[in-house]
Each structure stands twice: as structure tokens, then as C-alpha cells.
């Protein structure tokens, strides 16, 4: 997801993409909200993690810091919305990509 998130705000900035590239990161992208808003606002990977390590959490996130864990969502969440402002001032005020 975060090759995703950075590859559509690689498109705004630039202006450069793969059309299909473009379309799949924005669905993965999407479906991974959906999937997070669906989950009660916590990761699904979160569930299997903590029952594989027995440890408990709000935050606990096996891949990063523990201080990080709380910040993703909001950080990742602000990537993807700059990313999704970029691409519609591109698309409408700059006539699309190159």
C-alpha cells in the first residue's frame, strides 16, 4: 500500500504514469480504506499478529515501532489525500499528464 500511496502522489507531483499503473494503485488504495473503515478503524493483519505473538495493544503493529504504530493510519491517510488533490489540480487546471 505504501508503493501504492507513493505512486499516485509520484503522479500528481510529476505528472508522469502508466495509465493502468495509475487505475490499479488507486483501487488498491481504495480497497485497503475500505477494508481498514470496515475493520473498525484497525488493520486485519493486527488480529492475526497479536494472536501469533500473544501480545496486546491498541497500537501494536508487528512491522514498525510501537510510537509509530498510532501515526500510520492519520500520516498515510494524509499522503493519499495530498496525492488525490495533486492528481485533480493536474487533471483539471493543468490538462492531465504528459
Aim: net charge positive; charged share 10%; proline share 5%.
Amino acid at each position: 500500500m505504501v508503493a501504492s500511496i507513493a505512486y499516485v502522489l509520484f503522479a500528481g507531483i510529476t505528472g508522469k504514469s502508466t495509465p493502468w499503473i495509475l487505475d490499479a494503485a488507486l483501487v488498491l488504495v481504495t480497497l485497503e480504506c475500505i477494508v481498514f473503515v470496515g475493520n473498525g478503524w484497525r488493520c486485519p493483519l493486527t488480529t492475526v499478529a497479536v494472536s501469533i505473538s500473544g501480545r496486546q495493544g491498541k497500537d501494536y503493529a508487528p512491522m514498525i515501532p510501537e510510537k509509530l504504530g498510532r501515526y500510520t493510519p492519520s500520516l498515510f491517510g494524509a499522503l493519499f489525500g495530498l496525492a488525490l488533490i495533486l492528481l485533480v489540480v493536474r487533471i483539471t487546471l493543468l490538462g492531465g499528464f504528459r
